[in-house]
């Protein structure tokens, strides 16, 4: 199978994987970075919880989780200790959802 294969020690299926976070954390930047100039421009508090939502979302979330793969691949984690990164990951994820949901229920 093609996925199985190995480019540099890496299982291609691991590269696409990789590929698709880092574009993932790259859009979720670029959506909040644009969420900010809105708010800056407009003053709407709305744009600032967005862009606070989506930045735990996605940028925050998906390097908490990378930081910890690397590190359990590295076995400077113990695979018990792999539980708090994913805690803290979701964690991370459900207050960025509750910003954006906050964002979008919110009324001056």
Do not use: K, N, W
Not at 5 to 29: D, W
Not at 49 to 75: D, H, K, P
């Amino acid at each position: 199978m093609v996925f199985e294969t190995t480019v540099y020690g890496f299982r291609v299926i691991e590269l696409i994987a990789s590929a698709f976070a880092t574009g993932s954390v790259a859009v979720g930047l670029y959506i909040g970075y644009r969420s900010l100039q809105s708010f800056y421009r407009h003053g709407d508090p709305s744009m600032r919880y967005l862009a606070v939502g989506l930045l735990l979302l996605t940028a925050v979330t998906y390097t908490l989780t990378f930081v910890g793969s690397m590190l359990l691949q590295f076995r400077v984690l113990s695979l018990p200790q792999q539980d708090y990164f994913l805690t803290v990951s979701h964690v991370t994820q459900f207050a960025g959802l509750v910003c954006i949901a906050y964002a979008l229920h919110r009324r001056d």
